[in-house]
Nanobody, 116 residues
């Protein structure tokens, strides 16, 4: 089992920044990669960013150059730094851990609202 807890969401104006955190615990030794997803109302959940066990990162085209995923192994935490936020970034953001080859663990989500 892997437990994930997200934090850092909130209300921000367009152009502003937020940093999301995802603390992970439990059987973390076999985590292959960790993702940030988001789901806007009426929309499918979409992959935003990924960081692998080796530290490689990848991003959705919609957030490239604005979002940065990183990891602090000493704190067992993955971050999503979000800059230049847009209205379209409004969503519930979820952290996901891929354990082994097929098992996925999800956090409870944190709301990000971009509004003026």
């Amino acid at each position: 089992q892997v437990q994930l807890v997200e934090s850092g969401g909130g209300l921000v104006q367009p152009g502003g920044s937020l940093r999301l955190s995802c603390g992970y615990s439990g059987r973390i030794a076999n985590i292959n990669f960790m993702d940030w997803y988001r789901q806007a109302p009426g929309q499918q959940r979409e992959l935003v960013a990924r960081i692998t066990y080796g530290g490689s990162t990848s991003y959705a085209d919609s957030v490239k150059g604005r979002f940065t995923i990183s990891r602090d192994n000493a704190k067992n935490t993955v971050y999503l730094q979000m800059n230049s936020l847009k209205f379209d970034d409004t969503a519930v953001y979820y952290c996901k851990a891929r354990w082994g080859e097929v098992y996925d663990y999800w956090g409870q989500g944190t709301q990000v609202t971009v509004s003026s």
